[in-house]
Nanobody, 118 residues
């Protein structure tokens, strides 16, 4: 599956952005869709994840501010980000973790830059 992330940009602290991740095929059965981010000089880290059942999980830094959702009919996953902080500045990546039998497949989209000014 190919993933395309978009929606990043420059926003002031306290502002909001919504990222979208469009998949090239149905995401209905994909086990986990996630958003990761990577700030300059830091390792890539998971921000939020959503399972095929709709269950969600968030990094502590994202809890209460970010919301991940999936719209299977549009093959799209979203990340709504509110009350953004300068430390949220990073390249955000979409990820799909899927399983075919006993084999797991990991797919990445290109990143989208989010810059939060203070």
């Amino acid at each position: 599956v190919q993933l395309q992330a978009f929606g990043g940009g420059l926003v002031q602290a306290g502002g909001s952005l919504r990222l979208s991740c469009a998949a090239s095929r149905s995401i209905f059965s994909i086990n986990v869709m996630s958003w990761y981010r990577q700030a300059p000089g830091k390792q890539r880290e998971v921000v939020a994840a959503i399972g095929s059942s709709g269950s969600t999980d968030y990094a502590d830094s994202a809890k209460g501010r970010f919301t991940i959702s999936r719209e299977n009919a549009k093959n799209t996953v979203y990340l709504e980000m509110n009350n953004l902080k300068p430390e949220d500045t990073a390249v955000y990546y979409c990820n799909a973790l899927d399983r075919d039998g006993s084999t797991w497949f990991n797919y990445w989209g290109q990143g989208t830059q989010v810059t939060v000014s203070s």
